[in-house]
């Protein structure tokens, strides 16, 4: 039995497009084989990155507001709240304010689960960034 513990330093970023989107992993397959858990940051309110989730996932707000919207409309969680996504949902992950920050953990791990689906080509959209989402 082990006990690790993580801050956004020890992330991994991957910015969405050109946009101040970015996904850190701290737990991926070189460290857990089942899960895994990161952080979610999205600098500027009203900014989207459209995905297809492929595992299942819990968002816990931090930081601002997140809001979720899908064909059957929209939810918005702020700092203290959850939102539980399915596998399977189609939606859009939206700032509701400035510096919104999430903490996400999913099961099995996001970026495998999305590589071995047939929506694989999503994750086109990302790239790796040098250092942290608070300095890029």
Known sequence: MTVTHYTSKDAK?????????FVGDVLDPSNSGHMSA????NKKKGENNEWIVTYDEVLVVTKGALTIRTADGA???KA????????GTALAYEAGEDDTEVVYVSYPHWMDAQQRSEHAHLLNS???V???AETA
């Open 38 to 41: 990161g952080y979610y940051r």
């Open 130 to 132: 040098g250092g942290s």
């Open 75 to 77: 939810k918005t969680a």
């Open 126 to 128: 990302y790239h790796p």
């Open 80 to 87: 203290g709240e959850i939102i539980f996504l399915t596998k």
């Open 13 to 21: 970023f991957f910015q969405y497009l050109d946009k101040e989107i």
